[in-house]
Nanobody
Framework: EVQLVESGGGLVQAGGSLRLSCAAS????????IGWFRQAPGKEREGVSSISEIDSSTFYVDDVKGRFTISSDNAKNTVYLEMNSLKPEDTAVYYC??????????????????????WGQGTQVTVSS
C-alpha cells in the first residue's frame, strides 16, 4: 500500500524557517514526481513545489521561489521542503502527494492536485506576524 506521511509543521514567527518531511512507504521514489501542496482556510489546495526523481528537476511557484527548497533522500525514501523567510501568507496545511501514473510527464512542473494521489494527512504550518 502506497502511503505518504508529512511532518515538521508548527508555529513560527514571520521570517523564520521550517523543514517539512514527506516519508513514503509501499513504493520507492525513483520513477515518480512528488509534489508539495498547501491549503489555507477557505481556499483551494494549491501546488507549491515538485521534484522529479526521473530527471532530478525541481519546480517552484513564484510565491515561494527563492525561499523554499525541495529535496529528496532516496535512501530514506523521504522528500523535504525547506521553508525559509516564512510569511503569514504561507500559513496553511501542507500536503505531499505522488504522480503515480506519470500524468505530468517526466519533468517537474507546477503540481496540479488532480494529477496526484496517495495524499498524506497534512501538516499545519502557522506563521505569525
Amino acid at each position: 500500500e502506497v502511503q505518504l506521511v508529512e511532518s515538521g509543521g508548527g508555529l513560527v514567527q514571520a521570517g523564520g524557517s521550517l523543514r517539512l518531511s514527506c516519508a513514503a512507504s509501499g513504493f520507492t521514489f525513483d520513477d515518480y514526481i512528488i509534489g508539495w501542496f498547501r491549503q489555507a482556510p477557505g481556499k483551494e489546495r494549491e501546488g507549491v513545489s515538485s521534484i522529479s526523481e526521473i530527471d532530478s528537476s525541481t519546480f517552484y511557484v513564484d510565491d515561494v521561489k527563492g525561499r523554499f527548497t525541495i529535496s529528496s533522500d532516496n535512501a530514506k525514501n523521504t522528500v523535504y521542503l525547506e521553508m525559509n523567510s516564512l510569511k503569514p501568507e504561507d500559513t496553511a496545511v501542507y500536503y505531499c502527494a505522488i504522480d503515480q501514473y506519470g500524468l505530468t510527464g517526466k519533468t517537474s512542473s507546477c503540481p496540479v492536485a488532480v494529477y496526484f494521489g496517495s495524499w498524506g494527512q497534512g501538516t499545519q504550518v502557522t506563521v505569525s506576524s
